[in-house]
């Protein structure tokens, strides 16, 4: 008798385990390519988050190369395994809709992050901060070491990538009016891979004698900009700015390679978008006007693209990367 009541109870516990209440929620962050500092820290946000929630798996996962082909083949595998919800930083706006658009249709719920999805491949975007701010930012950190002006040039991650076009476009937009004495002589694309974006840096330096500065909206660009720039003796002479994590960047703020650079904190971003997802998963719904939460970030309203802004950039001197590279 006794078997037979811990029998039942042992039954009835299961049974509870696996009702839709108990049931975990798994989340899929989707990254352009694994082993990237940025989204290693994004993943430290998210499983944050997920912690936070309790009922909350996430599967950190992305192609070892940064191309839209190697993503569908992940998000393949995502349908196969019938997550609930794939957050993804894109590598190509267009090309990832037909697959995410069949996990929609599957009842996984997507979303993009960092790098956006065409709005009919997502229900929602998040990005990480204001396109325009970033644009103005990037090409400012330049600016505010060039008094007399000066040549500059771009290094850019992919020439598909969603949030750098957008980024750049902005850059460009800002300079007739706010920095006229700023001229852009290129823009390359280093595919978010050091030795590319190394060789696109020595190009640049080769290509333009009187290159003052080169601004990289990317954190593996910066990096192999700054490197360049270091191994070349042209410190004092060309300025490396962009966008960078503070802990892999502080040697070149620290021997003069760069006297700043900017970025928001890639924790947070990986932190808001499965909160994010979380909400829609539980039954948040994606339309312009709507607020969603993105837990200890606060709230996200949506646009009429059903996009939203995370924060400002933050920027990164002599002065705070000390304390900061401690962090991400």
Known sequence: MKFLKLLAATTAVAALLASPAFAQTRIALVVKSLGNGFF?????????AA???????????????????AQIEVINSLIAQQVDAIAISANDPDALVPALQKAMERGIKVISWDSGVAPEG???HLNPSETALIGETIIKLAADYLP????VAILSASSTATNQNAWIEAAKAVLPEKFPNINLVSVVYGDDDSVKSTDEAKGLIASYPDLKAIIAPTTVGVVAAAQVVT????????????????????QFIDNGASQAVA???PIDLGYAAVMLANDLVKGG????????????MGELTLDDTNSGAMAAPFTFDKSNIEEFSKIY
Do not use: C, H
């Open 231 to 250: 191994d070349q003796n042209l410190i004092g002479k060309i300025n490396v700015t962009g966008l960078a994590l503070p802990s892999e960047f502080k």
């Open 51 to 69: 912690a936070e929630l309790g009922d909350v798996e996430v599967i950190y996962t992305g192609p070892t190369a940064a191309t839209a082909e």
């Open 285 to 296: 719904e994606a339309k312009p006007g709507a607020v969603l939460s993105m837990g200890r």
């Open 263 to 265: 970025l928001w904190n």
């Open 148 to 151: 007399d002006g000066g040549d």
């Open 122 to 124: 997502r229900q929602l």
């Open 40 to 48: 290693d820290a994004a993943n430290k946000g998210a499983q944050e």
